[in-house]
């Protein structure tokens, strides 16, 4: 009888418990210490936000929110879908890279990664960074450089055995972006190697070719299993723009299903 005791108070425990309390990743942090960029936490718990501070979080389903300060409340957040908490562990180690210029790279960041460019959209190449390309069949690809932006020219090569002469283009002063040249189609994990003429250095960028999709998540993620990390900063920073809560106290409403 004892045991059958127990076990009822346990079910009602659970069964009052909410049924968003579940992993929460931050993807930005300003002025909240407790709580840096890549920290994973418990979505039922209470937290607090100060006054001008701001943390920008991400349920399980890839649902962002932005909370400015003051505020203190249960976030919640919610489960489902092909991403889960594993989701969050992929997009956390995207998190913890360091940005270029960034002084105060994210706890978790080390000496060996990378600094990856701040992207003016998901779908911007960086021509002065080797490593993965995400883009999207059937559309035009668009290059991107980094301050300071002179006159030169650019050329690509594939990286095959057969590769053929160069192809290479004028990129104007003070112009960022750059479509990628027609006579160069991009395959799904071919290598370009691309060289600015105001640069001594080469640069390899591997495509890859987005599934298609009309899941903003799916796209994400599939941007951090392919090793898009700037592009994958570069969505996610919009995705924590779109849903804003400020200036609450004691909320108990999970702030992300408003």
């Not at 978790?108 to 960074?129: E, I, K």
């Not at 899941?215 to 990390?229: F, I, K, P, R, V």
Request: glycine letters at 8%.
């Amino acid at each position: 009888m004892k045991t059958v005791t127990i076990l009822l108070a346990l079910f009602a425990v659970l069964a009052i418990s909410p049924a968003w309390a579940n992993k929460i990743l931050v993807l930005e942090s300003d002025g909240v210490n407790d709580f840096a960029a890549g920290r994973t936490f418990d979505g039922g718990k209470t937290i607090s936000v100060p006054a001008a501070a701001r943390l920008v979080l991400m349920d399980e389903r890839g649902v962002a929110v932005t909370i400015k300060g003051p505020y203190t409340g249960v976030p919640g957040g919610g489960s489902g879908g092909a991403t889960g908490p594993s989701f969050l562990d992929r997009l956390a180690a995207i998190v913890k890279s360091p940005t270029a210029g960034d002084s105060h790279p994210a706890p978790g960041a080390t000496r060996s990664m990378t600094p990856v460019a701040v992207l003016p959209n998901m779908w911007a190449l960086d021509v002065t960074a080797t490593g993965s390309a995400c883009v999207r069949r059937g559309e035009d690809a668009v290059l991107w450089r980094p301050q300071p932006r002179p006159a030169t020219s650019i050329s690509f090569t594939r990286r095959t055995a057969n590769a053929g002469a160069p192809v290479t283009k004028p990129w104007r002063i003070n112009d960022p972006t750059l479509p990628w040249p027609n006579e160069l189609p991009l395959d799904e994990g071919t290598s370009y190697v691309v060289t600015l003429d105001t640069s001594t250095t080469q640069h390899i960028l591997t495509v890859h070719v987005a599934p298609t999709t009309d899941s903003e998540t799916a796209t994400l993620d599939w941007m951090a299993s392919a090793g898009c990390t700037a592009q994958a900063k570069a969505l996610l920073s919009d995705m924590g723009q779109r849903k804003i809560v400020e200036g609450r106290t004691v909320s108990s409403a999970g702030i992300f299903e408003q």
